[in-house]
Nanobody
Framework: QVQLVESGGGLVQAGESLRLSCAVS????????MGWFRQPPGNEREFVTA????????YHAASVRGRFTISRSIAKNTLYLQMNTLKPEDTAVYYC???????????????????WGQGTQVTVSS
């Protein structure tokens, strides 16, 4: 059973940075397409970024491109999300997710991911 546990959330001011971690257990992070999603207050869950199965390709939502970077450590079996130049509109609960699907046309769809973490709160004050 794959388990995902996020950490690293918190309260920061606009312009600051945070790094989220997602510890994977029960399997290897390199066997899945891994993604980050977020759910802002009062809104639906939305795609943030994903990394391909071989780690060579990264996909980003337009709202975070150039500010957020997804990465993974096979050795530590962990997924990361480096968030720079944070804005108040980045405030949300952030979730990591894992999918065993193949191809790359679906990575932004939350229903394509079968494993989810419990989420970590990120709050950006203005």
């Amino acid at each position: 059973q794959v388990q995902l546990v996020e950490s690293g959330g918190g309260l920061v001011q606009a312009g600051e940075s945070l790094r989220l971690s997602c510890a994977v257990s029960g399997d290897t992070v390199g066997r899945y397409v891994m993604g980050w999603f977020r759910q802002p207050p009062g809104n639906e869950r939305e795609f943030v970024t994903a990394i391909s199965l071989n780690g060579a390709n990264r996909y980003h939502a337009a709202s975070v491109r150039g500010r957020f970077t997804i990465s993974r450590s096979i050795a530590k079996n962990t997924l990361y999300l480096q968030m720079n130049t944070l804005k108040p509109e980045d405030t949300a609960v952030y979730y990591c997710a894992a999918s065993s699907r193949t191809g790359n046309s679906w990575y932004y769809q939350s229903n394509a991911y079968e494993h989810w973490g419990q989420g970590t709160q990120v709050t950006v004050s203005s």
